[in-house]
DNA sequence: CTGTCTGCAAACCATTTGCAATCGT
DNA sequence: ACGATTGCAAATGGTTTGCAGACAG
């Protein structure tokens, strides 16, 4: 989506265009460098020094609510943990937080989890994490 | 694996056992919840209310290690975005911590992503992680 | 004008660190 | 006895919050 499709898009959603929030939307057009908050204040400073922080974590929230960016599970500091070391994915719960686990057998085949672009990379673990609301949730709305 | 199996095998890499691992060992075993550090916690302080928080910490990060537990991405407060919204996976390099994107297409067919066992779920989001070492890092080693 | 957004500073809070006392081997 | 581990308290650091002033619409 271009950066204008983008703003348009804001401003029909009732969300103020600030030079700030153009500027955050350029940098993060075509980045493929997954940038955290820290990189893109970086960034972002060089063109608004006073710019803070603060501001850059409310532009990232509000752009990631409007689904024009994903946050990405990137941290190493997670905050569960899982006793089954087996290969297999979790649901997480928006609603409830719960963690179901989802078994590789019972998906469609992940295969060999190896795909060519990786070839010579070192795959250490695997990962994969449905996002959504749970039966329980859902039936209760 | 058995609880004095898992023992057993911590003695012999080194460590030294004490209540409070076997504590938290019981704790985890079998446990189906992803618990945090906060919920080991509790549990494990009602048989020694003396624990504290960081030596918590270090048995989670000691099982982890050893490959007895596996920590989970669970967490919404991460550090990286992605401007690319559609469904892809990420390769994290555990050594430059760089971000590399995993198109689906290239994946030996994820499918329709929807297994069965979430056939009642509502899924929002899917996020495929491989963790590892990258060409580069592996190349300089 | 009006209400949203920014920028500053302070608050928060999960995690980490330093260190003396304790305990496993 | 020796060195790893614990538990306490303080430090850290990323993220959030409160609020007055600035600014987009």
Redesign the pocket.
């Known amino acids: 989506m271009e950066i204008e499709e983008t703003i348009a898009l804001l401003?029909s959603r009732g969300?103020?265009?600030?030079?700030?929030?153009v500027a955050i939307l350029r940098i993060l057009k075509d980045n493929t460098n997954h940038p955290?908050?820290?990189d893109v204040f970086r960034s972002v400073i060089k063109i608004?020094p006073?710019?803070?922080?603060?501001?850059v974590?409310?532009?990232m929230?509000v752009l990631e609510r409007e689904g024009i960016i994903k946050e990405i599970a990137v941290s190493n500091?997670?905050?569960r943990y899982d006793p089954d070391v087996n290969p297999h994915g979790h649901f997480i719960c928006r609603v409830c937080e719960k963690v179901f686990d989802v078994s590789f057998s019972n998906m469609r085949s992940l295969g060999k989890y190896s795909p060519r672009e990786l070839d010579e990379f070192v795959i250490e673990s695997l990962e994969l994490i449905y996002r959504g609301v749970c039966k329980d949730c859902k039936d209760k709305t």
Request: no cysteine; hydrophobic share 30%; aromatic share 12%.
């Open positions: 401003k969300y103020r265009i600030t030079p700030q929030r955290g908050v820290e608004y006073n710019i803070s922080m603060a501001t974590y409310n532009v929230e500091v997670s905050r």
